[in-house]
């Protein structure tokens, strides 16, 4: 084995979701491979872990990068490495005065480092996801499945190669962008090339438990565990980080 560690930067944190049960769920996945050494911040300010991490992993809702943070993962791309992106990472949230929620299109070049922005999604439903292209090693063998998730309904910006998809029509009167009645897939995860580098984007992943939703609501009555209930989300997110170590693993 290499004395060289694979140096993860995590970022885990934000709004609305049980950030400590996704934070416990992906560590100890990535601790599953003596090679990788992971730091984890709640943020993106950790700039020298940016600067000197081989892969980045996010999971995180409504966090932005500063712009000196911005320009230190331009530098990460520029030097062809790879950032696993999941759940909300792409998402900003605003919350309107007719009582909607906004996607605001405030932080462009992050969406374009990721390849898509949130912009809503219906409320917590059942629904099957199939493989876009069952050849490619991160989804083969990967047989269509169901699961309860919020289900990601996005604009994309740049090359997106479909891996994981679903399909759903209709409304969702609460978000500003509510009309979704034409049949493009959903997709569910995607390969993004951005300059040297590459993002893979699993959407999947919603938690929450009881103080999540504060200070819009002071308890919340249940526990999601949505995808993290069905083993092959991890089966996925574990093929996830052997990709983003994949040139380092040599």
Known sequence: MS????????????????????????????????????????????????????????YTCDVVP???????IKGFFAKGKRWLALHGTNSIIEFLDDGRVGAPRSAPVLMEMLGSQFLAHPPIQEFEVTVSEPRHPL?????????????????????????????????????????????????VMYLHPYDAGQVLYFNL????????????????????????????MYELVRRGIRWAIEPLAE
């Not at 500063?66 to 230190?72: P, Q, T, V």
């Not at 969702?172 to 997709?187: G, I, M, T, Y």
Request: net charge negative; aromatic share 10%.
């Open 3 to 58: 004395h060289k560690p694979i140096k993860a930067h995590f970022i885990c944190g934000g709004k609305f979701h049980d950030m400590q049960f996704a934070r416990l769920q992906i560590l100890q996945m990535l601790y599953e491979n003596e090679r990788i050494y992971t730091t984890v911040s709640e943020d993106y300010s950790d700039i020298a872990a940016i600067e000197s991490a081989d892969v980045l992993i996010a």
């Open 66 to 72: 500063s712009a000196d943070a911005l320009e230190a």
């Open 139 to 187: 989804v083969a063998g990967i047989e269509p499945f169901k699961v309860t998730d919020e289900l990601y309904l996005c604009e994309f910006h740049g090359e997106c190669v479909p891996l994981l998809e679903t399909k759903w029509v209709g409304e969702v009167p609460e978000f500003a962008d509510s009309d979704w009645n034409d049949e493009k897939p959903r997709l």
């Open 205 to 232: 992943g919603h938690c929450r438990r009881a103080y999540d939703m504060q200070p819009l609501m002071e308890v919340w009555p249940d526990r999601d565990l949505c995808s993290w209930e069905n083993p092959v």
